[in-house]
């Protein structure tokens, strides 16, 4: 079956750059998504069709996906960017998440 | 503007059934389906089934089968997620979630509905 896996945590300093990671076997030929989640609240889209930002998200919010990894890169990383982070695609019609990331900024 | 919105939390004791509403305002309902996703409490998103609100049709992770049925009232804007048999395991906040584009990005989300089960 397929699956997307995370790392459970990242660490990153203020004003840094952060690299969350998403893999998942040939995860390159579907789109992935990224969602934002602060505690409780509701997750928030940042990133979909691999690379496209919703609007009022932040430049700083990147994303690309190639091989069997999609990356979310947040540039100049601020303290409000600290959250969970989860990637997400579909599989025969079906949605899968991965298991999330913490982004810890300090 | 658009939004989902969600009924209020529900205590229920095992075996029993629950069912959340979602009405959508804002946009046309029938024009983008709506997915279930459940957090489980410290855990991550688990992600149910959705329907398309046009035709009714619907599909469901295999997890929740049999179980779980996702409904939809055209006339209310409003799609419901009924679950039985409810157990412990079965606590946790559940979303709504409006899908930008089949098959595309979940872009609008509900604020959530608490679904707590317990003796």
């Known amino acids: 079956s397929f699956d997307l896996t995370q790392p459970p945590s990242v660490s990153v300093s203020p004003g840094q750059t952060a690299s969350i990671i998403c893999s998942g076997s040939k995860l390159g030929e579907r789109l992935a998504s990224w969602y934002q989640q602060k505690p409780g609240q509701s997750p928030v889209l940042v990133i979909y069709?691999?690379?496209k930002r919703p609007s009022g998200i932040p430049e700083r919010f990147s994303g690309s996906n190639s091989g069997n990894t999609a990356t979310l890169t947040i540039s100049a990383t601020q303290a409000m960017d600290e959250a969970a982070y989860f990637c997400q695609a579909w599989d025969k019609r079906t949605v899968l998440f991965g298991g999330g990331t913490k982004l810890t900024v300090l | 503007q658009v939004q989902l919105v969600q009924s209020g939390a529900e205590v229920k004791k095992p075996g029993a059934s629950v069912k959340v509403s979602c009405k959508a305002s804002g946009y046309t309902f029938s024009d983008h389906y709506i997915h279930w996703v459940r957090q489980a409490p410290g855990q991550g998103l688990e992600w149910m089934g959705w329907i398309n609100p046009f035709s009714g049709a619907t599909r469901y992770a295999e997890k929740f089968l049999p179980g779980v049925t996702v409904t939809r009232d055209t006339s209310l804007d409003t799609v419901y997620m009924e679950m039985t048999r409810l157990k412990s395991g079965d606590t946790a906040v559940y979303f709504c979630a409006r899908d930008r584009d089949y098959p595309g990005a979940l872009d609008i989300w509900g604020q959530g509905t608490v679904v707590t089960v317990s003796p």
């Open positions: 069709q691999d690379d």
